[in-house]
């Protein structure tokens, strides 16, 4: 599958960050998927990494104030 | 039209201004929410972000000129905060003595799974983090690097576009990224740890 001298996981775990950003070659990115075909233990931190990118997207999201926003478009220019 | 070009706007003109004006704040004000939720996590606190924001909106109502329509209008905002932010001196207040470790990518799983009983569904085990746990490791991340996560993996912000805001290459935002996420994932997993002892 690989002639890669280095474990397949290891080689899997390098890969993760760039096929999630969908930034790896055609042929990297087969490589990867067929690894994770056979790899229960790759897929699972895989599957983690996703759910984490969801995960820390809406904990860190909050929302402004209704204050703030009026400030905002109070620094329109008014028309003369 | 050599003799028009010597002419005072006419009213039309000035009238057609006033309606690309108006055109622009409106398009500006109903981007907030999106401008904010990236500038809360680039400035060090909520007060800092919301002066910070409206800093950039001031600036932005009176160089609308620069802006040229049909760009991306949100990048072109951002750009104006992270040069705010910049020059408040956020980079030389905030940069941490040493910088934090980074762990594999696979490591915050491995300690997530470890400490938790062997919980082995993947959605449960994020839910381990709690919302304080997520935002203290992000904060932690020293700021070239949280800048990128901020705007790529918060703000959804192509790789171009962060390159474009930072002022970097493209090269730079995707290995910032990349040991950024690293970074917060170390940070992570340690308070994980912490909260576990």
Redesign the interface.
């Known amino acids: 599958m690989t002639d890669s001298p280095q474990d397949p996981c290891a080689h899997c ?2 890969m ?2 760039p096929y999630l950003d969908h ?1 790896l070659t055609e042929a990297e990115r087969i490589e990867a998927e067929l690894h994770l075909d056979d790899c229960e233990w790759c897929r ?2 895989y ?3 996703e ?3 969801t ?3 809406q ?7 209704s204050a ?2 009026a ?3 109070a ?3 008014p ?1 003369n | 039209m050599t003799v028009m070009a010597e002419a005072p706007l006419d009213a039309a003109q000035i009238a057609a201004e006033a309606r690309d004006r108006v055109r622009f704040e409106e398009e500006a004000l109903a981007l907030s929410d999106q401008v904010f939720r990236v500038a809360r996590h680039l400035a060090g606190s909520r007060d800092e972000a919301e002066d910070l924001v409206q800093e950039t909106y001031a600036r932005a109502f009176r160089s609308w000129r620069s802006y040229t329509p049909g760009t991306n209008l949100r990048a072109w905002l951002l750009r104006i905060l992270t040069n705010l932010n910049i020059d408040r001196g956020r980079r030389t207040q905030r940069t941490p003595q040493t910088m934090p470790l980074e762990a594999n990518d696979y490591y915050l799983y491995d300690k997530l799974a470890e400490t938790g009983g062997g919980a082995s569904d993947e959605d449960r085990v994020v839910e381990r983090l709690s919302q304080d746990d997520i935002v203290s490791a992000l904060s932690a991340v020293p700021h070239d690097f949280r800048d990128v996560i901020v705007l790529v993996d918060i703000g959804d912000f192509s790789y171009q576009d962060a390159a474009q805001i930072l002022d970097i290459p493209i090269g730079t935002v995707m290995s910032r990224l990349h040991r950024g996420r690293r970074i917060l994932k170390r940070e992570l997993a340690e308070s994980v740890l912490e909260d576990a002892s």
């Open positions: 775990e390098e993760m960050q930034i699972r931190r599957r983690f990494e759910s984490l990118r995960y820390v997207r904990a860190v999201s909050e929302p402004m104030s703030l926003k400030k905002l478009a620094l329109r220019i028309l």
